[in-house]
């Protein structure tokens, strides 16, 4: 190895040590700032990330215009990528297409001939097959680009220039919208219509000091490019165009069409933007199987260039409302739209927005854009009148001029000075033709002088008066409006609003669970399952060694069932979720938050039109409507305040007008129902008083029909009004020894 290969010193002095912590986050943070600004955020003013930009220049350059032939998709991505964009053909083909697409764009940027993908999903033909050109839409975003309306800067390889902005004749940003991810921040901005952007934005520049209340006059909310229904309040529309951040829930527009004799059908026309509609079928053809929806029968796509897809209703009974709701709740037929307007501000500081102020930057670039164009047809004005003042110099003294050019060797400079003209009045008249010196000419330069100082005039007085810079901006922004008008096709707005019905939210629940009859099991050990069907005889259940049955009763699929613990807390499971009868089921500790020193103490069908008693061991007691005992959690409901060693003990229906209470000490009281308090939670009230045990029974009884129970032969047992005298008296009284035949249980029921 030669000596000169050796680095100095044996290398070791070349050995730089950095903190990591600190290389790392300058690295990230450069590589964060480039995401931010030159790939995921849109430019507020002209709505544009720098891909599409780019696209649209790349056109541009290649002369692909509104009115020029379609070109093929790949000769334009070779030369985004050639000179202006070094990424990937595909991602840079992919946001072409989507530019092209007028499910994904509201006002399509660029008009593709071919196959450009559908709201399906399916993918675009590769770029070899499609073709495109610009559409009106980019030829106003491109208005002025050649006349100095923005600044440039150099492409990555510096060989050409491009746009840092472009001037945006047409309110991009908001009109199409956009979405991207970048590092730490992301953007969501929903599409809206041109033409009230338009009114909104010339009702800024007569009234600047317009607050957002006012503009959202003008727009009502996005006009997505697949229609829809937009159900939120006017509030909360307010409020994210306040703040720039929110979300508007888009719902699929809906109709009903009669089949005759009663039955009818649902037609969909419209669903919720950037839904693939093959997967949303899918997904409803999905929860059919799984019989999640048991008020539709069948689900059909008879699209063609429309979307229309029909729902069969299971019966012609069934509320197509009610139907319509759950699939709302279970599908993407109703869809979040999210809100969150992080653009660049300026093109250079990523912020939220909110609408005044989005619109009021778009302004701003617009008068700019204005004034650059102004100050760049001044100086092309200035620049022909100085010729044409040389020419006319050059006429009005045409055979001096002529003597000079011929003999003089330096024509140039002897004109110069001759005639006190400038260098670039000289070099035109030399480079005048001799066809230029016929009379008629004289006449057509001083017209052409006339006409370009009176243009001059007014252009240096349109850029001394904000007023009329103000009006020009106006009169730009109507002629924006005037061409994409609700009247045309284009401009009609696709989404409309409207408040969601108000549907019964418990019918919709029962709409979205197949109703089939169950038979709930609870062990003593608190295992749980639902067999399928009413089983009378449940001697047969098997249970885990040292289990028994604890409770079981009938249910529907449908219904709610509520589990009382000893601690006085209420679990609500649906009973559709309770694992099926095979095995011995699951316990309840797991489906929901139960303490382990408590044990079910029963369980029944939720009846929301019912109230109970409930009572604790100790004789304390009180009535509460099922309606409060409803837990929406796994940690349940606390309804009855007991402390150890006391513990929750019965839980009894409320009928009649009377109760009966037996206590351990086989002593009966019977008081009016009215001395109970009804509470959703509590200890409740002493219902009989004890020296020392607790309660045995209760039961509820209208006085009038006597009170009744079983004994353990089955027979049956009435005392009447009269007959109970000895044991009426009031609440927490001790009560008289049992009548004669009252079971030795202590129960009413033998």
């Given at each position: 190895m030669g000596q000169n290969t050796l680095p100095p010193d044996g290398g070791d002095d070349n050995i730089v040590p950095v903190d990591l912590k600190a290389a790392l986050e300058e690295r990230y943070l450069a590589y964060a700032l480039s995401t931010i600004t030159q790939r995921a955020l849109p430019d507020v003013r002209d709505g544009l990330k720098p891909v599409h930009r780019r696209i649209i220049h790349a056109m541009s350059e290649m002369g692909i215009r509104a009115n020029s032939s379609f070109k093929k998709c790949a000769r334009i991505v070779g030369d985004v990528i050639g000179k202006f964009h070094p990424h990937g053909d595909q991602s840079v083909y992919d946001a072409l297409v989507r530019l092209a697409q007028d499910f994904s764009q509201r006002y399509p940027i660029v008009d593709g001939q071919g196959n450009f993908g559908n709201i399906d999903g399916d993918n675009a033909a590769a770029y070899r097959y499609t073709e495109a050109r610009m559409t009106d839409v980019a030829t106003l975003l491109l208005e002025g680009i050649d006349q100095d309306a923005v600044d440039f800067r150099p492409t990555y390889n510096e060989e050409d220039e491009e746009p840092i902005v472009l001037p945006g004749a047409f309110p991009n940003l908001l009109a199409n919208g956009s979405s991207g991810i970048a590092v730490g921040m992301a953007t969501s901005i929903p599409s809206h219509n041109v033409h009230e952007l338009c009114d909104a934005a010339l009702h800024l520049i007569r009234n600047p000091e317009a607050d957002v209340e006012k503009l959202v006059e003008f727009v009502q909310g996005p006009d997505l490019p697949t229609g829809g229904i937009i159900i939120d309040s006017r509030e909360s529309i307010i409020e994210a165009y306040k703040t720039g951040r929110g979300g508007f829930r888009v719902r699929s527009k809906w109709q009903t069409e009669d089949l005759g004799r009663g039955g009818y059908q649902i037609v969909i026309t419209e669903i919720p933007y950037q839904v693939q509609k093959s997967r949303l079928i899918e997904k409803i053809a999905e929860l059919l199987i799984a019989r999640k929806l048991p008020l539709l029968e069948d689900i059909r796509d008879e699209s063609a260039e429309d979307v229309r897809?029909?729902?069969?209703?299971?019966?012609?009974?069934?509320?197509?409302?009610?139907?319509?709701?759950?699939?709302?709740?279970?599908?993407?037929?109703?869809?979040?739209?999210?809100?969150?307007?992080?653009?660049?501000?300026?093109?250079?500081?990523?912020?939220?927005?909110?609408?005044?102020?989005?619109?009021?930057?778009?302004?701003?670039?617009?008068?700019?854009?204005?004034?650059?164009?102004?100050?760049?047809?001044?100086?092309?004005?200035?620049?022909?009148?100085?010729?044409?003042?040389?020419?006319?110099?050059?006429?009005?003294?045409?055979?001096?001029v002529i003597r000079i050019i011929r003999e003089e060797d330096e024509p140039k400079v002897s004109l110069m000075e001759t005639f006190s003209?400038?260098?670039?009045?000289?070099?035109?008249?030399?480079?005048?033709?001799?066809?230029?010196?016929?009379?008629?000419?004289?006449?057509?330069?001083?017209?052409?002088?006339?006409?370009?100082?009176?243009?001059?005039?007014?252009?240096?007085?349109?850029?001394?008066?904000?007023?009329?810079?103000?009006?020009?901006?106006?009169?730009?922004?109507?002629?924006?409006?005037?061409?994409?008008?609700?009247?045309?096709?284009?401009?009609?707005?696709?989404?409309?609003?409207?408040?969601?019905?108000?549907?019964?939210?418990?019918?919709?629940?029962?709409?979205?669970?197949?109703?089939?009859?169950?038979?709930?099991?609870?062990?003593?050990?608190?295992?749980?399952?639902?067999?399928?069907?009413?089983?009378?005889?449940?001697?047969?259940?098997?249970?885990?060694?040292?289990?028994?049955?604890?409770?079981?009763?009938?249910?529907?699929?449908?219904?709610?069932?509520?589990?009382?613990?000893?601690?006085?807390?209420?679990?609500?499971?649906?009973?559709?979720?309770?694992?099926?009868?095979?095995?011995?089921?699951?316990?309840?500790?797991?489906?929901?938050?139960?303490?382990?020193?408590?044990?079910?103490?029963?369980?029944?069908?939720?009846?929301?039109?019912?109230?109970?008693?409930?009572?604790?061991?100790?004789?304390?007691?009180?009535?509460?409507?099922?309606?409060?005992?409803?837990?929406?959690?796994?940690?349940?409901?606390?309804?009855?305040?007991?402390?150890?060693?006391?513990?929750?003990?019965?839980?009894?229906?409320?009928?009649?007008?009377?109760?009966?209470?037996?206590?351990?000490?086989?002593?009966?009281?019977?008081?009016?129902?009215?001395?109970?308090?009804?509470?959703?939670?509590?200890?409740?009230?002493?219902?009989?008083?004890?020296?020392?045990?607790?309660?045995?029974?209760?039961?509820?009884?209208?006085?009038?029909?006597?009170?009744?129970?079983?004994?353990?032969?089955?027979?049956?047992?009435?005392?009447?009004?009269?007959?109970?005298?000895?044991?009426?008296?009031?609440?927490?009284?001790?009560?008289?020894?049992?009548?004669?035949?009252?079971?030795?249980?202590?129960?009413?029921?033998?």
């Amino acid at each position: 190895m030669g000596q000169n290969t050796l680095p100095p010193d044996g290398g070791d002095d070349n050995i730089v040590p950095v903190d990591l912590k600190a290389a790392l986050e300058e690295r990230y943070l450069a590589y964060a700032l480039s995401t931010i600004t030159q790939r995921a955020l849109p430019d507020v003013r002209d709505g544009l990330k720098p891909v599409h930009r780019r696209i649209i220049h790349a056109m541009s350059e290649m002369g692909i215009r509104a009115n020029s032939s379609f070109k093929k998709c790949a000769r334009i991505v070779g030369d985004v990528i050639g000179k202006f964009h070094p990424h990937g053909d595909q991602s840079v083909y992919d946001a072409l297409v989507r530019l092209a697409q007028d499910f994904s764009q509201r006002y399509p940027i660029v008009d593709g001939q071919g196959n450009f993908g559908n709201i399906d999903g399916d993918n675009a033909a590769a770029y070899r097959y499609t073709e495109a050109r610009m559409t009106d839409v980019a030829t106003l975003l491109l208005e002025g680009i050649d006349q100095d309306a923005v600044d440039f800067r150099p492409t990555y390889n510096e060989e050409d220039e491009e746009p840092i902005v472009l001037p945006g004749a047409f309110p991009n940003l908001l009109a199409n919208g956009s979405s991207g991810i970048a590092v730490g921040m992301a953007t969501s901005i929903p599409s809206h219509n041109v033409h009230e952007l338009c009114d909104a934005a010339l009702h800024l520049i007569r009234n600047p000091e317009a607050d957002v209340e006012k503009l959202v006059e003008f727009v009502q909310g996005p006009d997505l490019p697949t229609g829809g229904i937009i159900i939120d309040s006017r509030e909360s529309i307010i409020e994210a165009y306040k703040t720039g951040r929110g979300g508007f829930r888009v719902r699929s527009k809906w109709q009903t069409e009669d089949l005759g004799r009663g039955g009818y059908q649902i037609v969909i026309t419209e669903i919720p933007y950037q839904v693939q509609k093959s997967r949303l079928i899918e997904k409803i053809a999905e929860l059919l199987i799984a019989r999640k929806l048991p008020l539709l029968e069948d689900i059909r796509d008879e699209s063609a260039e429309d979307v229309r897809i029909v729902l069969v209703p299971k019966s012609r009974t069934v509320d197509p409302t009610i139907l319509m709701e759950s699939l709302f709740k279970l599908s993407e037929l109703e869809n979040r739209i999210p809100l969150n307007m992080n653009v660049l501000s300026m093109g250079r500081v990523p912020k939220v927005m909110g609408l005044k102020d989005v619109l009021v930057e778009w302004l701003a670039h617009r008068r700019d854009v204005l004034q650059r164009r102004s100050r760049h047809r001044l100086a092309a004005i200035e620049r022909r009148l100085e010729i044409l003042g040389g020419y006319l110099v050059a006429f009005l003294n045409l055979d001096e001029v002529i003597r000079i050019i011929r003999e003089e060797d330096e024509p140039k400079v002897s004109l110069m000075e001759t005639f006190s003209l400038t260098d670039v009045q000289a070099e035109a008249i030399l480079n005048m033709r001799l066809r230029s010196l016929r009379k008629l000419e004289e006449f057509e330069i001083r017209t052409e002088f006339d006409t370009l100082s009176k243009e001059k005039a007014e252009i240096e007085s349109l850029l001394a008066s904000d007023e009329k810079q103000w009006q020009t901006v106006a009169w730009e922004i109507g002629e924006v409006r005037k061409k994409f008008a609700k009247a045309t096709e284009l401009g009609r707005r696709r989404t409309q609003f409207a408040s969601a019905p108000d549907a019964d939210v418990e019918a919709i629940q029962q709409a979205m669970i197949e109703k089939e009859p169950v038979t709930v099991v609870i062990s003593e050990k608190g295992w749980i399952r639902a067999l399928k069907g009413h089983i009378a005889d449940t001697s047969g259940l098997q249970f885990k060694e040292g289990d028994a049955l604890k409770v079981a009763f009938p249910a529907q699929t449908t219904d709610k069932v509520l589990i009382v613990t000893t601690g006085g807390k209420v679990y609500t499971l649906g009973a559709d979720k309770l694992p099926g009868g095979r095995g011995h089921g699951e316990p309840l500790r797991i489906m929901v938050d139960m303490e382990n020193d408590q044990d079910v103490l029963t369980a029944f069908v939720h009846d929301a039109h019912r109230k109970v008693i409930v009572a604790s061991q100790a004789g304390n007691g009180f009535v509460v409507a099922e309606t409060e005992m409803v837990a929406n959690t796994r940690k349940g409901k606390q309804v009855m305040n007991v402390g150890m060693p006391d513990e929750a003990k019965l839980v009894v229906p409320v009928r009649g007008d009377h109760v009966a209470v037996v206590g351990e000490n086989r002593k009966m009281l019977v008081f009016p129902l009215a001395q109970l308090p009804e509470m959703s939670r509590g200890k409740g009230v002493r219902l009989q008083r004890y020296k020392d045990g607790g309660i045995s029974d209760i039961r509820c009884f209208a006085i009038a029909d006597g009170l009744t129970w079983d004994d353990s032969a089955g027979r049956n047992f009435v005392r009447t009004r009269e007959e109970l005298a000895e044991w009426l008296a009031d609440r927490a009284t001790a009560g008289r020894t049992v009548p004669k035949g009252f079971p030795r249980s202590g129960k009413f029921s033998g």
